[in-house]
C-alpha cells in the first residue's frame, strides 16, 4: 500500500544572534540584552532544487535581515509581541505556506532565578 504524505519542504535559520531592547522592565529598555532566534519557513522548494536558481526560493540572506529588523528595531514589551512582528514581516514579505519562529531571551532578569532562556514559540500559516 502506498503512503500518501504531504511535503514539507523547509528552509530553517537557527542561532541568529540580535542585540534588543525589548521587555516590561525599564532596565531591559535601557541596557538591552542579546536575543537568540531559530526560524523554519515552509515552502515548496522541488523547483529551485531543480534549477539551481535564487530566483525560484527565497533567499534566506533576506530572510535574516526581516528579522534583524524587527530584532534590532522597535522595542516590544513582550516576547511574543517580537516574534508575532517576526512572522507577520515574513508572511507578508515572502511566498511562503507557514512560517515558525522560536524567539529566546537568555537569562532572563528575575531575581533569585536560575533560567536558561525564556523561549516563546509562535507558528502561523499564511491565509489563503
Do not use: C, W
Amino acid at each position: 500500500m502506498k503512503e500518501d504524505f504531504q511535503k514539507a519542504d523547509r528552509i530553517v535559520l537557527e542561532g541568529m544572534r540580535f542585540y534588543g531592547f525589548h521587555g516590561v522592565n525599564p532596565e531591559e529598555r535601557v541596557q538591552g540584552q542579546e536575543y537568540l532566534v531559530d526560524l523554519a519557513v515552509e515552502m515548496d522548494l522541488s523547483v529551485a532544487g531543480g534549477s539551481d536558481r535564487l530566483e525560484d526560493t527565497v533567499s534566506y540572506a533576506h530572510i535574516y535581515r526581516a528579522v534583524r529588523d524587527v530584532m534590532e528595531g522597535e522595542p516590544r514589551n513582550l516576547l511574543e509581541a517580537a516574534a508575532q512582528s517576526i512572522v507577520d514581516r515574513i508572511l507578508s514579505d515572502f511566498p511562503v505556506d507557514s512560517v515558525s519562529v522560536r524567539v529566546k531571551k537568555p537569562h532572563p532578569p528575575i531575581r533569585g532565578s536560575v533560567i536558561e532562556n525564556a523561549t516563546v514559540e509562535i507558528t502561523r500559516r499564511q491565509e489563503k
